[in-house]
T-cell receptor, first 114, second 112 residues
Framework: DVKVTQSSRYLVKRTGEKVFLECVQD?????MFWYRQDPGLGLRLIYF???????EKGDIPEGYSVSREKKERFSLILESASTNQTSMYLC?????????????FGSGTRLTVV | DQQVKQNSPSLSVQEGRISILNCDYT??????FLWYKKYPAEGPTFLIS?????DKNEDGRFTVFLNKSAKHLSLHIVPSQPGDSAVYFC???????????FGKGTKLSVKP
């Protein structure tokens, strides 16, 4: 069964901490994405990557960075966590054209920053 | 500039009746139109899709309709079941987009 695995389901971090969210896919997909989901705002794209060591900013990249050292792994980094980054974070991957093939999502990480 | 509008934040339907979820879009370059379903504390799962060359696609109880002239996408669920209660997101892709663009979601509640 193909999978996108996010390392943590729930995280609680303190303001100012550096936070790492990990995502691994076993489908050999080229494309990987990080979204956050907030009530009333839907899914907003933070960063995405088409290839190893490649990254592109999404709609809301401020306060975040990413790393893709291996094809199967895409990490989201909160450089200095703030309370407005409390959210549900969703990782996704897709082969080829995302429109044609769609995404496979992970189960999400609920991050609370206190 | 909002390319996708999913204007109804919530919808309540009686079990056995039809649920109709709607999205409007402005970008005529979209080639693919998808629906995702999301339960609380889980990631979204793919439900059904349609390409721009079609106006209808059916999969069991789920039918997606595309009206390109009106730039309108809809999802029909017939008959609705309590297990269909979830948040539904429309998503759009293709053209120059390297990623999917999602609507804000509609929370569907199907009452027994």
């Amino acid at each position: 069964d193909v999978k996108v695995t996010q390392s943590s389901r729930y995280l609680v971090k303190r303001t100012g901490e550096k936070v790492f969210l990990e995502c691994v896919q076993d489908m050999d997909h080229e494309n990987m994405f990080w979204y956050r989901q907030d009530p009333g705002l839907g899914l907003r794209l933070i960063y995405f990557s088409y290839d190893v060591k490649m990254k592109e900013k999404g709609d809301i990249p401020e306060g975040y960075s990413v790393s893709r050292e291996k094809k199967e792994r895409f990490s989201l980094i909160l450089e200095s966590a703030s309370t407005n980054q409390t959210s549900m974070y969703l990782c996704a991957s897709s082969p080829g054209s995302p429109g044609e093939h769609g995404y496979t999502f992970g189960s999400g990480t609920r991050l609370t920053v206190v | 500039d909002q390319q996708v509008k999913q204007n109804s934040p919530s919808l309540s339907v009686q079990e056995g009746r039809i649920s109709i979820l709607n999205c409007d879009y402005t970008n005529s370059m979209f080639d693919y139109f998808l629906w995702y379903k999301k339960y609380p504390a889980e990631g979204p799962t793919f439900l059904i899709s349609i390409s721009s060359i079609k106006d209808k696609n059916e999969d069991g109880r789920f039918t997606v309709f595309l009206n390109k002239s009106a730039k309108h996408l809809s999802l029909h669920i017939v008959p609705s079941q309590p297990g269909d209660s979830a948040v539904y997101f429309c998503a759009f892709g293709g053209g120059s987009q390297g990623n999917l663009i999602f609507g804000k979601g509609t929370k569907l509640s199907v009452k027994p």
